[in-house]
């Protein structure tokens, strides 16, 4: 007895080009569709009559982008789930899950070029359309921001045992790769501006909080988009900590000032929480 089964297709890779006499826009995105529904008889009896073909909705994601610019990942998630649960019955639930990848455009002296780019840094932007009969919800991210700060970072009072070999510190470096995702109270809104905003506010928490440890800045990130963005329902962050650990320099005769670090990936710690409206105010 099947209780849970879903197809799709993973990885469609779109590159648009919207060409503009002295100006080109591009946008870069990696797009995945899941399928759920009455699609037991496929696996059960070889019976394929409902099943679109993985390859139909790869050339869908293509037809769908040469019809109308793609613009924002969230409003091209929302028009492929459309156009599929419109036509094709036997589907219950779509999900598209989207990923940009960001270009900016190469400096040309105090101006910028109009059809040459170079990929933009850290930290993806994302977003996820989930559509059923009875509703839509949108999501978005960004995935891997690569942030540090040097200063007003702290990890002390913690209980120690027989192993435990960290020492206390009040000034630490603290640094992470940010993976974010909120879910948004609408589908009608302007989902760029929004996205910058959350980002924005994100980074401006993470760089003003004064931490006792990597749980304490990420509930203050979090709870400071809930704040001050109120479009954003709930909000998951998963904060990795990329460990910098001084360097023993007294092998050398030498003193480490807090200066010197070795800069570590393996293992690391991992931290992550969900944040919803109605929580209590950081500290």
Known sequence: MIVQSSYGKS?????????????????DLTIAIRFEGDYDASYADGD??????????????YALAAQRAVGESEAFGLRLAQHFLDRNARLNRVRIDLTEHAWGRIPRGERQHGQAFMQAGSG?????VEAGRDGVSVSAGIADLVVMKTAHSAFTGFPRDQFTTLPETRDRLLATALTATWRYSSTDLDFGPTWR??????LEVFAEHHSESVQHTLFAMGQGVLDAIGDVDVIHLVMPNRHHLPVDLSPFGLENRNEV???????????????????????
């Open 11 to 27: 990885r469609v890779r779109l590159v648009q080009v919207l060409r503009q006499p002295d100006r080109h826009d591009l946008r």
């Open 48 to 61: 394929n009559s409902a099943v679109l073909p993985t390859d139909t909705m790869k050339n869908t994601v």
């Open 124 to 128: 993806s932007r994302t977003a996820a």
């Open 197 to 202: 905003a959350v980002r924005s506010t994100l």
């Open 261 to 283: 670090f070795v800069a570590t990936e393996e293992p690391h710690g991992l931290i992550e929480a969900t944040l919803a409206r109605g929580g209590p105010s950081p500290s």
